[in-house]
């Protein structure tokens, strides 16, 4: 398959690296750099010959684009890529956060888009070079929900290249459980400095991060069914699975970029003022992540 992976970060880098050896595959990012092979280590040990353009008209005749930017950038990736894009692309995000499907949705139609969500722990340590510092699980699905041959054919692809994957008619319930685990360890990560596991191992983080995965679980509950255990339980889950991961908002204020909380907490906040359900720890966090935020940007 012709595939383009749009974003050098972590998990693109990752991506790039995991489907290179049998697809033809271009990885897109916005900045030069000379970038002629990526690098994994850690969980999963690969070296990949990969062709790094800034071309757009490199997406031209790909049949699947991953897009995997931060979340905030996904409306200015849309506007950037979708007219180069052929009619036949499919575009799945692998992203961080809520919306980011809804976006893409507005300039594919709900036909292309596929929703996707990943556990498992990259660490970026420089220009094509990624460290894979936990495991977890991957499903996708068509957006925002439902069934596609196109779906079957990527979820092939992943399980070949040695990254399994469950194919879901939920995604949208995937997604939001995704959010309200992150909701309870990413926020927590950036303001302690601690790792994941870190997390879970001090009673009072602990029992922060299960009151605000519950708190996200009842707004969650009134716009999609969720999926899988309670999220309370899902995110001592992968905090355990990731120990050792710096997760990627911690990383965000380490060197001092912008983070993903409105994606996150934020988006978790604005959906419980539409259902009428009060969310004052998700509040907390996003007010004390913006603080730490403003205080560098």
């Known amino acids: 398959m012709r595939i383009a992976v749009i974003g050098p970060g972590a998990l693109g880098t990752f991506m790039a690296a995991l489907f290179a050896g049998e697809n033809e595959l271009v990885l897109l990012g916005r900045r030069e750099m000379e970038l002629e092979q990526v690098e994994v280590r850690g969980r999963t040990n690969i070296v990949s010959k990969i062709r790094y353009s800034t071309d757009l008209g490199e997406l031209e005749g790909v049949e699947l684009g991953i897009l ?19 009619s036949d692309t499919s ?6 956060g809520l919306n980011n499907e809804a976006v893409m949705t507005e300039y594919l139609g709900d036909d292309r888009v596929m929703g996707g969500v990943t556990t498992h722990g990259f660490m970026r340590t420089e220009d094509g070079k990624v460290v894979h510092t936990g495991t ?12 596609s041959s196109m779906v079957d054919r990527v979820a092939g692809i992943f399980n070949l290249a040695g990254l399994p994957v469950e194919v879901t008619d939920n995604i949208y319930g995937h997604i ?3 959010v309200i685990v992150n909701s309870g360890i990413n926020p927590l990560t ?6 994941n596991g870190e997390v879970i191992r001090i009673p009072h983080l602990q029992w922060l991060m299960e009151t ?10 009134h716009e999609v069914e969720l ?3 309670e999220p309370a339980h899902c995110a001592a889950v992968v905090a355990r699975a990731t120990a050792e991961n710096v997760s990627s908002m911690l990383q965000d204020v380490r060197n001092r970029r912008r983070t993903e909380i409105d994606c996150i907490n934020g988006a978790i906040i604005e ?6 359900v009060e969310t004052p720890f998700n509040r907390c966090l996003y007010s004390l992540v913006k603080a730490l935020e403003s205080s560098y940007l």
């Open 91 to 96: 575009l799945l995000s692998l992203q961080n």
């Open 271 to 276: 959906a419980g003022a539409r259902v009428g």
């Open 68 to 86: 995997c930017t931060k979340s905030y950038d996904t409306r200015c990736a849309m506007e950037m890529i979708h007219g180069h894009m052929g």
């Open 212 to 221: 605000v995965c519950r708190e996200g679980a009842n707004v969650a509950r």
């Open 190 to 195: 950036a303001l302690t400095g601690l790792k």
């Open 136 to 147: 977890g699980y991957t499903v996708i699905g068509r957006y925002p929900g439902g069934v």
């Open 227 to 229: 999926t899988g255990e």
């Open 176 to 178: 939001w459980n995704k």
